[in-house]
């Protein structure tokens, strides 16, 4: 079993950036591997960047590429989700989420087996 608790939503405004954290319980972090999600109003869960085990490997839907950065560190049982120039369209609910299987980073939702209750992330134009 695996805890996830979110951190580092807020209300900011259009080109500024903030950090998300997710810190995961358990002694066994690095044998996940772990994902942000995000859902808008009205919208399904969608991708938006997801790290191997090791954090060798780093995924990342198009739209985020140039400006978000996935990253963990494994001794803190941590995820972060570095957001730069953020646009009102990034306006969502972000979660993370741990699949087990260090190696196998899924840009998919149903693969994970584990979510935190997510952060609001609000950006005014």
């Known amino acids: 079993q695996v805890q996830l608790v979110e951190s580092g939503g807020g209300l900011v405004q259009d080109g500024d950036s903030l950090r998300l954290s997710c810190a995961a319980s358990?002694?066994?972090?690095?044998?996940?591997?772990m994902g942000w999600f995000c859902q808008a109003p009205g919208r399904e869960r969608e991708f938006v960047a997801s790290?191997?085990?090791?954090?060798?490997?780093?995924y990342y839907t198009d739209a985020v590429k140039d400006r978000f950065t996935i990253s963990r560190d494994n001794a803190k049982n941590t995820v972060y989700l570095q957001m730069n120039s953020l646009k009102p369209e990034d306006t969502a609910v972000y979660y993370c989420a741990a699949k087990g299987g260090p190696n196998s980073a899924s840009t998919q939702p149903a693969p994970y087996d584990y979510w935190g209750q997510g952060t609001q992330v609000t950006v005014s134009s």
């Open positions: 358990g002694r066994t972090f690095g044998w996940y591997a």
């Open positions: 790290i191997t085990g090791s954090g060798g490997r780093t």
